[in-house]
């Protein structure tokens, strides 16, 4: 990392972590990705991470002496000229609350319920619970749907213009777009699928959701 380089702590896998990722590349802003900071390696929920983030999360972007966690916060912090946000107090508030439900309810569902199980199997032998996996489908299958009304809704989600609300769902819908066949639910929902399809032929998503087999 060189001092002209934005740092993100946490690992590139991590779907907030890509989401700075893909605001970086976006904004053009040179930027490395890992658990070292200052060449040092800081190992996931040590002391020194506990330092960097009070509740030991990810990311947390370092700029310049600067220590700042919280994912929307970072993107916010990053997209200073608000390219990536909507101009207008109205328009802002709303893209605000949008990035809070992606965050917060959307991210809970879509990957913390669902996808996680795939990616750190908790079964015997390290096996994939397909039974939680069935359990949290019906809710999974809600909040597709309700992604799919976002994407009806004016001044929602767009893939015209990008910004930090995409950010931070292409990740997670790309991830779910990886999984094998039955568990893999974008096929329900059209306008979803197609919105990600756009979305990937932006440069700086093809350069950062690179797939991988969940």
Partial sequence: MTAETIHIYGPSFSNFVRTVMLVCEEKKLAYSVGFEVAGKEV???SEQHLGL????????????GLVLPETASIC???DADKTLQPNNSL?????DALCALISIDIDKILVRE????FAFPKGENNSVRFDVVKDVQPKVATTLALIEKMLDEENSLSSEQFTIADALLAPILHYISCLPAGFNLLAD???VEQYLANLMTRPSCQKVLIAKKL
Wanted: charged share 25%.
């Fill in 43 to 45: 190992a996931f929920k």
């Fill in 53 to 64: 983030h009070p509740f030991g999360k990810i990311p947390v972007l370092l700029d310049k």
């Fill in 76 to 78: 916010r912090y990053l």
């Fill in 91 to 95: 328009a802002f508030a709303r893209h």
């Fill in 114 to 117: 669902y996808l996680l199980e």
């Fill in 189 to 191: 929902y059209p306008k």
